[in-house]
Nanobody
């Protein structure tokens, strides 16, 4: 079973930036599409960015132009660069494959955008 560990979250002011990282425990990570999800309190988890094994990317409309997903297959890692952050980006962020069947969810990393 693949283990996923997210990091890089924190408290940032509106307009600020954060870079999230996710490391997977298995070396066949490189053959999978990967995605970043977020879940705000009282809301369902939503997919905000995904990247194919060939590094083709896709974004939710709410983050398009502000977030950039990338991957480093040599490190079994996927990152999410988040710029121009808004209060509505506040959530716990998770990485996983973009569609079921999912790997076991990691602990996530909290992103809080506030003055």
């Amino acid at each position: 079973q693949v283990q996923l560990v997210e990091s890089g979250g924190g408290l940032v002011q509106p307009g600020g930036s954060l870079r999230l990282s996710c490391v997977a425990s298995r070396s066949n990570f490189r053959v999978n599409a990967m995605g970043w999800f977020r879940q705000a309190p009282g809301q369902e988890r939503e997919l905000v960015a995904e990247i194919t094994a060939g590094s083709i990317t896709n974004y939710a409309d709410s983050v398009k132009g502000r977030f950039t997903i990338s991957r480093d297959n040599a490190k079994n890692a996927v990152s999410l660069q988040m710029n121009s952050l808004k209060p509505e980006d506040t959530a716990v962020y998770y990485c996983n494959v973009p569609r079921p069947p999912f790997y076991s969810w990691g602990p996530g990393t909290q992103v809080t955008v506030s003055r």
